[in-house]
């Protein structure tokens, strides 16, 4: 490992891993000491596996690719793919049969409000058959198949992603809201709480003063190598979110997907930041665990702060996954949790009861208040507020992906798969 009384940087912490000689942990796994009651020191820990899998809703997606012979058409006005509708450009590829095409991962379809461009970026990386629309500047109808291996441009770009954890969300009024934080209708009068964030494991809690994450950062986001490109929209000092952009064609899409929420689609993404231990100064940060960590509650009507919390509140003696008993299921005529699932990973069978997908599961944990039989579990935590005590019912944050991705990138870094890279130039957030 790296002697302590060396100066660290990055470039010699990747010369020790290329060398074996390096201690690699997830950001769980060095908590998980702390918890423990281990001293970390600076010459126990080389760099910090980090990751966050949440709802993300700046996503987008550029494709390139061709759908016709040339001088089929001249030029393609409008866009759906898979009935989600794509905005066309910005190259105008005139007369050649090609499509530029930029797809917004909350872009909803015209044919299925439960679908949207995060649901179509998921069948693409699963290999799936997508169809294509395409109405021409002069009127005419086309129509044409794809799959992702035939799309030799496609490129997932995040205008807002990563945020350094986020909020919790409650309903003080009377009347239930329907929100972009909830799947179904909230109900008033404090009878439940959401939230967003993966608290300790995130990479900006790792990294608050972006010592190691700048422009230039190598990342996975949705499993796949992609680069840092800079601070994203709405982005501060102390609430920092980062873009950037990644491969459609290695992603994995178990960490990809949509989610519907009361406001139509939103999209999930998943990103893993390696966070090099440079100082003391960046311990201090990586040794805190979720009760360090402030999680603050506002009404959803009006975003204003109620109380602080912390993420030892919502994540510490809960469970990250949610189970399924078939057993208990009782075979409803009108399932609720298939109709209210977020992700659609939720279906009833004809003979066997509910059939559930786990590699579209988003742990989420609205299903276990709304199954009657009680077939699903997960313990979510009840947080005491302003004399209630409120229930959290929707997790829009997923540990169990977000875990995932902290134990692939350290098992990429062992291997040489990954590097460790200096960032190119240093993030500046606006005034």
Known sequence: MTDSTTTRTISNLQNKIDQGDVVILTAREICDRVRA????????????????????????????????????????????????????????????????????????????????GGDLFRELVLGKKVDVKIETDEGKILTATTTLKQIPHAMLHASRNAFKNYLAFVNPGKSEVSTIFHSDMMKGDYEEMTFCGCGELNPLENDPELKTIGIGTRVLINGALGYVTGAGTRSSAEKPNLTGIADMHQMNPELMGGFTTGHGPDVITTWAVAIPVLDKQMLTHILKTDDQIPLTVVDVRTRQPIDEITYGHVWDRTNDAVTFNGDACQKCDLCRVESICPVGAIHKGFEKGMQVNPSKCFHCGLCVSKCQGEAFGAKLGIIKLKNHRVPITLRQSNRVAALKAAEDLKQQLKNGQFKLTEPVGKIIFPE
């Open 37 to 116: 009651g281990d001293i970390i020191e600076m010459s126990n820990i080389d760099v910090v596996t980090t990751a966050t899998s949440a709802l993300m809703s700046g996503t987008y997606a550029v494709l390139s690719f061709k759908v016709a012979q040339p001088d089929i058409f001249k030029k393609a006005k409008r866009v759906w793919i898979n009935s989600v509708p794509a905005q066309v450009g910005p190259c105008p590829n005139e007369r050649i049969g090609l499509l530029d095409l930029i797809i917004l991962g909350t872009q909803k379809s015209t044919t299925d409000p439960r679908y949207g």
